[in-house]
Each structure stands twice: as structure tokens, then as C-alpha cells.
């Protein structure tokens, strides 16, 4: 597709339960990046993923979440028994393989508007 | 670690007026520096970046900043602003290969009329 796409744009649940949710790259990029944005605050770092290496996990922020890439390319983030807290904007961005420069821009999807009730 | 602040949590200016939204980084090797802009209820467009060269970056929508070594800044500015610039925008670094865009707490834009 022209942009990364991610579904569901929006997704009510009851605490307690799973949610997940999909992430479909740029077409031909390696990279691709989970951040979640709460009300009124920054992006926060999820996770990373670059091509077969092994991703970089160390935003997730407890063992509730996981994401996983299939195939080098689309990626769920699951979000185990969740809580209130989780409530936010996750967004997907994707990028070129960054091995021949970091000045890679990195796109955004529309992100997946998570309330957790 | 490397990190961005974005000093300003709002900044207003009337429409015509230039504008500056401030952005620094922390000092560790060369950062790659860049500017997002997020409209009401969408994701992240890419406005401009810094990697090497020259120290002025031009950009989307008429937007353009300028990397400074000397005071690690990253400020991006405008000569005109439009009402349509209303926006939230994050400013972000990147050190190295690999590793993921670090992100400031972003700074609400209000351009009034």
C-alpha cells in the first residue's frame, strides 16, 4: 500500500481482556517500529524490528505486551489482560533498512485509538 | 542517553507572524535530528530532517530549521504562519544505526487568526 496502514482504528475493550492489534509496513521496508502515545504525553518507544535480527524490546513496558513480525513484514502487538493504563494511541511506523545510514525517515501509520473500560 | 527536550509545551502566534518551536538535544556523537507534525486525531507526518550538510533544513508545508552544534539546538521555524499550521509537533534524534527515533513531549502549536 502507499502508507502503513493499521487496523483497528479503534478498539473499546473491558479490562481484563486481549487485545490486538496489526500493523501492515511500507511495502519494501525492513524496519518497523511500535510507539505508543498517551493523553497529553510523548511517544513512547515499544518496540523495534530490523529485517531477521533480533528486535529490540526494551520499551515494552511489562510482560502483558509482545509484538511479533510475520515474514519480515505485517506485525501484531498483543497486549495481554489489560488494564486501564494501556488506554492510548499505538502507533506503527515503518522505514528503509537503516544498515547504510540512520538518516533514514521513518513513516507513521494513523495509528490504533486503544480505551480499555 | 540520547534524548530531546522541547522546552515549550504551547506556543501561540498570530496568523502572518513568524514562527519557532524550540528543540534541543543531549550531547552524545552525531545526532540525526527530525521534525513531525500530528493534525487532531492522525498520526505522525514527516516534515523535515538533519543529517549532514548544510545547517539549514528546508522542508514540507514551507517549514524549515536549523541544526546548531554550539547550542545543540534543533529549532524549527516558519516566516509565515496559517492558521493551518494549528498542529502538535515532536521534535526527535537518532544516534546511530539501529536504533529507534527518541521522541520530545511535542509542543502545541496555535496560530490565530
Known amino acids: 500500500g502507499a502508507g502503513v496502514s493499521q487496523s483497528p482504528s479503534n478498539k473499546v475493550t473491558e479490562k481484563g481482556k486481549d487485545v490486538e492489534l496489526r500493523c501492515d509496513p511500507i511495502s519494501g521496508h525492513t524496519a518497523l517500529y511500535w510507539y505508543r502515545q498517551s493523553l497529553g504525553q510523548g511517544l513512547e518507544f515499544l518496540i523495534y524490528?530490523?529485517?531477521?535480527?533480533?528486535?529490540?524490546k526494551s520499551g515494552l513496558p511489562s510482560d502483558r505486551f509482545s509484538a511479533e513480525r510475520t515474514g519480515g513484514s505485517v506485525s501484531t502487538l498483543t497486549i495481554q489482560r489489560t488494564q486501564q493504563e494501556d488506554s492510548a494511541v499505538y502507533l506503527c511506523?515503518?522505514?528503509?533498512?537503516?544498515?547504510?545510514?540512520?538518516?533514514?525517515?521513518?513513516?507513521f501509520g494513523e495509528g490504533s485509538w486503544l480505551t480499555v473500560v | 542517553a540520547q534524548s530531546v527536550a522541547q522546552p515549550e509545551d504551547q506556543v501561540n502566534v498570530a496568523e502572518g507572524n513568524p514562527l519557532t518551536v524550540k528543540c534541543t538535544y543531549s550531547?552524545?556523537?552525531?545526532?540525526?535530528l527530525f521534525w513531525y507534525v500530528q493534525y487532531p486525531n492522525r498520526g505522525l507526518q514527516f516534515l523535515l530532517k538533519?543529517?549532514?550538510?548544510?545547517?539549514l533544513v528546508k522542508g514540507s508545508y514551507g517549514f524549515e530549521a536549523e541544526f546548531n552544534k554550539s547550542q545543540t539546538s534543533f529549532h524549527l521555524k516558519k516566516p509565515s504562519a496559517l492558521v493551518s499550521d494549528s498542529a502538535l509537533y515532536f521534535c526527535a534524534v537518532r544516534y546511530g544505526r539501529n536504533t529507534p527515533l527518541v521522541f520530545g513531549k511535542g509542543t502545541r502549536l496555535s496560530v490565530i487568526a
Open positions: 511506523a515503518s522505514s528503509l533498512k537503516t544498515v547504510n545510514s540512520s538518516g533514514n525517515t521513518i513513516y
Open positions: 538533519y543529517i549532514t550538510g548544510d545547517n
Open positions: 550531547v552524545s556523537g552525531n545526532p540525526y
Open positions: 524490528f530490523q529485517g531477521n535480527s533480533a528486535p529490540d
